[in-house]
C-alpha cells in the first residue's frame, strides 16, 4: 500500500506561482505512475498531468501545457507539480494519486488510479 500527502497549495494571484508536494510512502516502486489531478466546485474530477516514477515519462493536459510542470525527488519519495502563470480557472482542490504501473490507456483516468491523497487547495484570485 502507497500514502500520498499532497501540500503547497494556498491563495495566489492571478499569474503567480506555487509549487505543489506530493509525499509517497509506503512500498513505492519505480513500475509506478503518479497522477495529478484537480476538482472545482461543481466540476468533475480532471485530468491535469502523470510523470512516471522513473520521469522517463511525463504527460499534461493541454488546459495547463506550457504552464505546469512536473518534476520528482525519487530520494525523497516526492513529485511535484509547479504551476506557473496560475489563472482563476486552475482554482480547485488538486488531488496526487498512484497507479500500479504504466499503461498509456491509464493516465488520465481517476479510475485507474489506485491511491489518492487528501487533495490540496489552491486558490486563484483575480
Known amino acids: 500500500q502507497v500514502q500520498l500527502v499532497e501540500s503547497g497549495g494556498g491563495l495566489v494571484q492571478a499569474g503567480g506561482s506555487l509549487r505543489l508536494s506530493c ?7 519505480s513500475s509506478y505512475l503518479m497522477g495529478w489531478f484537480r476538482q472545482a466546485p461543481g466540476k468533475e474530477r480532471e485530468f491535469v498531468g502523470a510523470i512516471s516514477w522513473s520521469g522517463d515519462r511525463i504527460y499534461d493536459a493541454d ?8 518534476s520528482r525527488d525519487n530520494a525523497k519519495n516526492t513529485v511535484y507539480l509547479q504551476m506557473n502563470t496560475l489563472k482563476p480557472e486552475d482554482t480547485a482542490t488538486y488531488y496526487c494519486a498512484a497507479r500500479r504501473g504504466y499503461s498509456p490507456l491509464a493516465i488520465g483516468n481517476t479510475y485507474e488510479y489506485d491511491y489518492w491523497g487528501q487533495g490540496t ?3 486563484v484570485s483575480s
Open 23 to 29: 509525499a509517497a510512502s509506503g512500498r513505492t516502486s
Open 121 to 123: 487547495q489552491v486558490t
Open 63 to 70: 488546459s495547463v501545457k506550457g504552464r505546469f510542470t512536473m
